[in-house]
């Protein structure tokens, strides 16, 4: 009989013990709402702005109007609230706690001009900010693009990245695009970043299937600028911890937009551009040549000469035109995109066409499962003029520098064309009769 009413105390003892916990606990562990407004320096709400409790996981967004709602559990009496948003300069604001109460604040954002804490992903396990992360990192972002109004991704790149070297890789209208970070680093390799779009590694290489003297087209040609959110380069080698020895050489990663919490928003832009010689080079047009090859004859006959550069270069002319949608709901996210592009080279008959298609969707399924969905469809042709390659004197510039300019290099009545020279061809023959797609 001791035995039992021993162990009942003890279990009551126990029961008694654990109820006094849980009091504790929920006497410690306070309940604090925390709501308002987040807005961007000229009032405009900022939907989507991140409100996070400093060093927890609790966090909450703001809806369509910029208004946020935290509810927060803590013991701690007062509290460090970071306000963040993609762009703008984070703030923290510190709160004290009360139980069962509620505070309103609302935060005004500064746009970020410096960038030291912008958020970036290229090079690094997880999103850091610049300062955090301790290596050389550019960023390019849409704004920039669109207010360089690029055409290409070399264009939007040009001059806004220290130590970087943006070259085309021919002057024909679908030249490749290459980027050279901080030099070259081997003479017989490759001294190419690697290059990262929305996740996915693509081949770069400016390999030619016909050698057509110094043309060659990379797949970075067939991005279109108008989809690009930013752009992150790392100069170094430091991304070589994350994807291997193939980033040694730094990394170009793209991001492409993605859909806003908001209506749908539709944009459409177009612009024209014109391609012209920047400078003829000097050209022999003294109207007399030597008689013979006797260098003490000094006789002359009168000769027509013709300015062949009138007759291979001449203007250029292109287009482009886009069209774009983006929106979201609580769940789903979307961006639609469709864009034309035309370019005209400076040599006759050179031309480059791109038609495009991009899809971006996001769609949360529940707590823990998100889908990421993106499509992209591009159709581009080129025509270009052989330049030699297949034949060392084969081309049109080849024919024009190697041939003397005292024919006409127009066609006969009978559409032949005449090559005095005999070794290199009439430039116009080149241009008008061979097609290279």
């Avoid at 984070?90 to 069962?100: C, I, R």
């Avoid at 901080?182 to 390799?189: C, E, N, P, W």
Wanted: proline share 3%; hydrophobic share 35%.
């Amino acid at each position: 009989m001791k035995r039992r009413l021993t162990n009942f105390n003890f279990i009551s003892r126990l029961l008694f013990f654990g109820v006094v916990m849980v009091f504790s606990a929920s006497t410690f562990a306070q309940s604090f709402t925390l709501k308002g407004k987040v807005t961007a320096k000229d009032g405009s709400p900022l939907i989507g702005a991140s409100v996070k409790v400093d060093n927890t996981s609790i966090g909450t967004i703001t809806d369509l109007d910029g208004n946020y709602n935290l509810s927060i559990t803590s013991n701690k009496d007062k509290l460090n609230i970071v306000y963040s948003y993609i762009g703008y300069s984070p703030v923290t604001k510190t709160v004290t706690v009360s139980v069962g109460g509620s505070q309103t604040l609302d935060v005004v954002l500064n746009e970020d001009y410096i960038g030291l804490d912008e958020v970036v992903i290229t090079g690094a396990s997880a999103a850091t900010t610049k300062k955090q992360y301790g290596n050389a990192i550019s960023t390019v972002n849409s704004r920039e693009i669109e207010q360089a109004g690029a055409l290409s991704i070399d264009r939007a790149l040009s001059g806004k990245i220290s130590g970087a070297v943006i070259n085309q890789n021919s002057g024909n209208p679908d030249g490749g695009v290459s980027v050279t970070l901080r030099g070259y680093s081997t003479i017989v390799g490759q001294s190419d970043p690697l290059y990262i779009v929305d996740g996915v590694i693509i081949d770069n290489s400016s390999d030619e299937l016909l050698d057509l003297g110094g043309y060659s087209q990379n797949r970075l040609a067939d991005i279109n600028p108008n989809d690009i959110d930013h752009i992150e380069i790392l100069k170094g080698a430091a991304a070589a911890a994350i994807y291997g020895s193939q980033a040694s050489n730094g990394i170009v990663q793209i991001f492409t937009k993605k859909g806003q919490l908001g209506k749908p928003k539709v944009s459409f832009s177009t612009s024209a551009n014109m391609n012209t010689l920047r400078k003829q080079i000097h050209e022999n047009m003294y109207p007399k040549v030597w008689a013979n090859s006797d260098i003490t004859d000094l006789t002359q006959n009168d000769v027509t000469r013709y300015n062949m550069q009138d007759y291979v270069f001449s203007p250029g002319y292109g287009n482009e035109n886009a069209l774009s949608i983006s929106g979201g709901m609580k769940n789903t996210k979307y961006y639609a995109s469709l864009n034309s592009y035309y370019n005209e080279g400076i040599i006759d008959n050179t031309n480059f066409n791109r038609y495009s298609a991009r899809l971006n969707l996001d769609q949360i399924l529940n707590k823990w499962v998100s889908v990421s969905f993106g499509l992209n469809y591009i159709n581009s042709k080129s025509r270009n003029v052989p330049n030699g390659g297949i034949s060392k004197f084969y081309g049109a510039l080849t024919g024009m520098n190697f041939n003397n300019n005292t024919y006409d290099p127009e066609p006969d009545e009978n559409g032949n064309y005449n090559s005095p020279a005999g070794w290199v061809p009439n430039p116009l023959e080149a241009i008008n009769n061979f097609k290279f797609y």
